[in-house]
């Protein structure tokens, strides 16, 4: 009988190791040869989603049955979904167990004399391979998978495959990390494979950060291979090399189910954008847990802001706390008139009731929006209210109304809410602990809204069932930041996807 189990036991740490090791354990030690062959990584990126295939494959070509432990690294982001164990020519699949009830079995069946294996997760990015009873002559594969979502940094993805745990510090006597090189075989000479995709709707161009190799163009697609030992991790950066707005878009057919990816994409950071008109809204959290330091950190930040604003712009303040109360009853032009009334304003205001931040969203939706105007949706507050997903399902029913930003503001944030109002707002999300904070945040915030570069996007599908598509409504496309429009269809795949959208001088049209 042969088990296979794997689990996410988060165990802890104690003193310094060099690692990966690969430890070995035999009741008969007087021919003991075990070891790690290969690693073989078959990784495709679609887009932006990267599913990797990881195959370890190991040899018993000694006389004993052998135990054997290996530590390994993989991407902290790594979602792993599926395992699977060859064992000569038998495979098994693998089974998600409890951590504990997944050690049970395992060490059970390591009494018994059984074959196991056993996945532990110790850190996101620390795995450790456990294996029982690996007979004499006993070729044993390891096939895991996993996905992992890349975001892009400045208009460049960066797809990495680790190949070393480097050596850690401990005190809390965490077994992974005691391994050592006295009793623990090096895998620096254990070969490691590496095929590389990366499938764009998109020109796109490649760069291997880490090796030396040659990069295969075809299409939209970018080919590597590589053959080497674990001695550094692989690193491959790409960017969307169009100098233009791009859209695309990619499939991938299953026996169950049927997914679609498609892709709106900025021109090079470097490439000049004719802006849309630009319209700030600014929520202003004034309730009586912003009394101090907080309000007055609040204060200054919104200060910079709308001095970043251009006189081509337009704003407005709501300010809530138990109820809530607008700067003007539509959106002022960004003259110096305007922004000193403003400045002034805000100056005078205290801090004092509730938090009433549902209501303060809802009456900002209501307000009407300048014509032909970007409109952005800056939040500012401590986040101290029980309503987070309430908030959360309005955001995301009206992201083609309003691009939402949060600013956490003070030193105990609810980071919940001010993360997951960027996350589901397909914003950013920023924290302002003091006025310290303040100057550089409102750099990182002008830098990343400064150049909206397509608005009102909607997406039409005709000829083609489709269902469960994110996000429910489509978010301006900024310079800095993608758009990725994703579902599930039925087939044929014989329709078209026509995506619409506005910018600064005109209109645009793509059907895909």
């Known amino acids: ?62 006389d004993s049955i052998v135990d054997a432990t290996y530590v390994f690294p993989m991407s902290s982001n790594a979602a792993v979904y599926g395992m699977e164990m060859q064992l000569n020519e038998k495979i ?60 892009p940094e400045k208009g460049k993805y960066q797809f990495v495959f680790p190949t070393i745990v480097g050596p850690r510090y401990t005190y809390q006597g965490e077994n992974w990390v005691s391994q050592s090189a006295i009793d623990s075989l ?57 100098n233009q707005i791009e859209t695309g878009i990619l499939l991938y057919e299953e026996d169950e189910e049927n997914f679609f990816l498609s892709m709106i994409h900025p021109s090079k950071p470097n490439v000049g954008y004719d802006i849309p008109q630009r319209e700030y809204v600014f929520i202003m959290d004034v309730s009586g847990s912003m009394s101090g330091t907080p309000l007055e950190t609040s204060k200054h930040l919104i200060n910079l802001l709308l001095e970043d604003l251009n006189q081509s712009d337009r704003f407005n303040i709501l300010f809530f706390a138990g109820g809530s109360s607008v700067l003007s009853p539509n959106s002022l032009a960004a003259t110096t008139d305007n922004l000193n009334l403003a400045t002034e304003f805000i100056e005078n205001i205290n801090a004092g009731g509730g938090t009433n931040l549902l209501p303060a969203l809802e009456k ?50 609810n980071r919940f809410i001010i993360d997951g109002i960027a996350y589901v707002g397909e914003g950013e999300a920023f924290v302002a602990t003091n006025d310290s904070d303040a100057n550089q945040i409102a750099q990182n915030f ?12 909607e997406a039409i599908f005709e ?29 044929p795949a014989e329709g078209t996807l026509e995506l619409n959208g506005e910018y600064g001088s005109g209109f645009v049209s793509e059907i895909l």
């Not at 620390?126 to 594969?141: K, P, R, Y």
């Not at 995301?396 to 105990?412: E, Q």
């Open 364 to 413: 900002a939706l209501d307000m009407n929006g300048t014509e032909d105007f970007a409109r952005t949706f800056v939040i500012l507050t401590d986040g101290l209210v029980t309503v987070e997903k309430e908030a959360y399902n309005l955001i995301r029913s009206n992201l083609n109304n309003a691009n939402f930003f949060s600013f956490g503001i003070g030193s105990s944030v």
């Open 92 to 151: 098994i699949k693998a089974e998600i167990k409890r951590k504990d009830e997944a050690q049970t079995i395992f060490d059970t069946a390591n009494q018994n004399g059984q074959a196991a294996s056993l996945l532990e997760q110790h850190r996101p990015n620390v795995f450790q391979m456990s294996l029982a009873n690996i007979e004499a002559g006993d070729t044993v594969s390891i096939k895991m998978n996993y996905t992992e979502l890349l975001i």
């Open 186 to 242: 090096n895998t620096a000479a254990t070969e490691l494979n590496i095929n590389l995709k990366i499938n764009a709707s998109t020109p796109l161009l490649a760069e291997c950060k880490s090796h030396n190799i040659p990069i295969d163009y075809q299409g939209n697609s970018a080919n590597m291979y590589l053959s080497t030992s674990p001695e550094k991790d692989f690193i491959v950066d790409y960017s969307l090399d169009g």
């Open 446 to 457: 002008k830098e990343y809204i400064d150049r909206p570069v397509l608005t009102n996007i």
């Open 463 to 491: 000829g083609i069932d489709v269902y469960d598509i994110e996000p429910l409504t489509i978010p301006d496309v900024f310079a800095e930041r993608p758009i990725i429009i994703y579902g599930k269809y039925d087939k």
């Open 1 to 62: 009988m042969i088990l296979f189990l794997f689990s996410t036991i988060l165990i802890a740490q104690e003193d310094s190791t060099d690692c990966p090791y690969f430890s070995v354990n035999a009741s008969d030690t007087t021919d003991v040869s075990f070891s790690l062959v290969s690693s073989n990584i078959d990784a495709l990126v679609s887009g932006v989603i990267a599913n990797v295939v990881v195959e370890q494959v190991y040899v018993n070509s000694g």
